[in-house]
């Protein structure tokens, strides 16, 4: 007999209400940085408006925010990617080819880009 730890059953009970939308999966994907104050707010919110999944991208945070998506991460709420930046490039548009290839992003039926 298997029994779930503690985490898995918090975790399970908290992708359970995620919504399940009639449009099949509906993503928000974005961009931050230093966001740490806003950024529980923020997934609340747009998982309460019915997005399925979110996706973020982040680079060069000093305030812990990449360390709170990890978290997210792992309780099924959001997903975190770090974005690598090449030489010479912006965090923007290398979030953003990053995100071409991201398996979330190309399954999904719907995507707004934030």
């Not at 999966?25 to 966001?35: G, H, P, R, S, W």
């Not at 950024?39 to 982040?58: C, D, K, P, Q």
Request: net charge neutral; glycine share 6%.
């Amino acid at each position: 007999m298997t029994t779930a730890s503690p985490t898995n059953s918090n975790q399970s009970k908290l992708t359970a209400l995620i919504p399940k939308s009639r449009h099949g999966i509906v993503t928000a994907l974005t961009k931050m940085k230093d966001e740490g104050p806003f950024l529980l707010e923020w997934i609340a919110h747009h998982l309460a408006i019915g997005f399925s999944r979110i996706v973020v991208y982040t680079n060069d945070c000093s305030d812990g925010t990449d360390h709170m998506l990890i978290r997210l991460e792992e309780l099924g709420l959001a997903h975190h990617r770090h974005n690598v930046i090449p030489s010479g490039r912006k965090p923007q548009p290398s979030a953003l080819k990053h995100a071409q290839t991201e398996p979330l992003v190309e399954t999904s039926d719907w995507l707004l880009l934030l």
